[in-house]
């Protein structure tokens, strides 16, 4: 390939990373190398990929497809940048099991980790936010009435139009505080406790990623343990999923799976005070403190098997816990007629129910849905739509439609040959 000729080595943070992995991509051919397994009756699925990620551009990219808890369809596109021992950039091709950031497909995660903890009696979904981690409501007296149900279902009066998104945040908040950079989640909650709520708790649905952060803080709490330990002991190993980590700001010290993050946008660095501007997808936003929002990478395969959790009850939720996820929230359905729950946006669909989720940071976008008939599917890219792409929004009818055309499904179950 003649991006072979563009190996030179960028100093950025605290690691040396192929200049192309921060945004000027390899030269790609018209069509992506691709890696994996399709069934011919699934060919359809694979077509549609193609076409999206050559019409956007995106350098990495994989699908999954599950129905009835079998795994039909495991692929990976294109090549991202390794380093060897060496200290040399070679190209890898992406596999079904190499690792992507999944942003917010990280909230479903959370909300069964807080589901697992409710269904072993150690904590109740009514339970106020400022009990549970020692908060003082003198900013705002209405943060008292900001409980774990409303956390989950953003409805904890934070509004990201109004005060901005506190993940997101990290300067402002390191100058406020008087605090060195890289901020922790305490002074996240610190410097958001000090400041009035933007709407009444539990009178709207307005997303917000900082009521999931907090949600991570009382898993910790509640749990004793650190919120990564508990979502592999409690969730991710009786799922029989191991890839799923936590993962890290820059590239050096990610795992030699992990693909690379375009942006063509900068940022000034929040791992350090350095004001040093750097590629959006490393070091211009803080990974760790994303992590019961949108902090996890994993294999589009992971997410599929993950998501099988909730098909019926096993050992990691009961039905009860499931049930409640999908529940409707006190305020009722949106005009559109779906609703969100326990990280996961529902809607009805005959006698069963639809759900599904996005997500999308700075190098990142990844969708996820479970559909009626035991279908469930995500892919993963590593580029979200910026100034000048196609709309990736698209990719929803795009898998949707592909699903529902299917009159013959393969039986043939890939599971064995991922997990």
């Not at 990976?76 to 021992?85: A, K, L, M």
């Not at 933007?198 to 509640?222: C, H, Q």
Request: aromatic share 8%; net charge positive; proline share 5%.
């Amino acid at each position: 390939m003649t991006g072979l000729t563009r190996r030179r080595l960028l100093q950025v943070g605290a690691g040396a990373v192929p200049a192309f992995a921060l945004g000027t991509e390899p030269a790609r051919a018209a069509e992506p190398l691709v890696s994996g397994v399709v069934p011919a009756a699934l060919k359809r699925f694979d077509d549609v990929m193609k076409k999206y990620i050559t019409e956007r551009e995106i350098g990495c990219a994989q699908l999954a497809v599950a129905r009835n808890g079998k795994i039909l369809l495991a692929r990976g596109y294109g090549t991202y940048s390794v380093r060897t021992v060496e200290g040399q950039p070679v190209l890898a091709r992406v596999q079904p099991t190499s690792l992507f950031r999944v942003a917010s497909l990280s909230k479903h995660i959370t909300s069964a980790a807080i589901m697992r903890l409710v269904q072993d009696g150690k904590l109740s979904l009514s339970a106020p936010v400022t009990t549970l981690l020692g908060l003082s409501a003198a900013a705002d007296p209405r943060l008292a009435k900001v409980t774990v149900l409303r956390l989950m279902q953003h409805l904890g009066g934070w509004d990201a139009a109004v005060s901005k998104d506190r993940l997101w945040l990290d300067h402002t908040i390191s100058a406020a505080l008087d605090v060195p950079l890289p901020i922790s989640h305490a002074d996240i909650i610190r410097y958001s406790t000090a400041r009035p709520l933007d709407f009444e708790p539990g009178s709207k649905m307005v997303y917000s990623n900082y009521g999931y952060a907090l949600l991570g803080r009382i898993i910790e709490k509640v749990s004793g343990t650190d919120y990564e330990s508990y979502v592999k002991q409690r969730l991710l190993a009786p799922a029989g999923v191991t890839r799923m980590r936590l993962g890290r700001s820059l590239r050096l010290g990610s795992p030699t799976s992990e693909v690379n993050y375009v942006s063509k946008y900068t940022n000034k660095s929040v791992v350090d005070d350095s004001g040093t501007v750097v590629p959006y997808p490393y070091g211009g936003f803080n990974m760790p403190n994303q992590d019961a929002n949108g902090g996890w990478i994993a294999s589009a395969v992971d997410m599929v098997k993950f998501a099988m959790v909730f098909d019926a009850a096993g050992p990691v939720l009961n039905a009860a816990s499931i049930a409640k996820m999908f529940a409707k929230p006190e305020i009722g359905v949106n005009s559109g007629g779906s609703w969100y729950g326990g990280g996961w946006w529902v809607r009805t669909s005959g006698s069963s129910i639809n759900t599904w989720h996005s997500g999308s940071m700075p190098g990142t976008f990844t969708y996820l849905a479970r559909l009626s008939g035991g279908i469930s599917y995500c892919a993963t890219f590593n580029r979200r739509e910026e100034e000048g792409t196609p709309d990736f929004g698209v990719i929803d009818p795009l898998l949707s439609q592909t699903a529902r055309a299917v009159t013959s499904w393969p039986t043939a179950d890939l599971t064995s040959k991922y997990f």
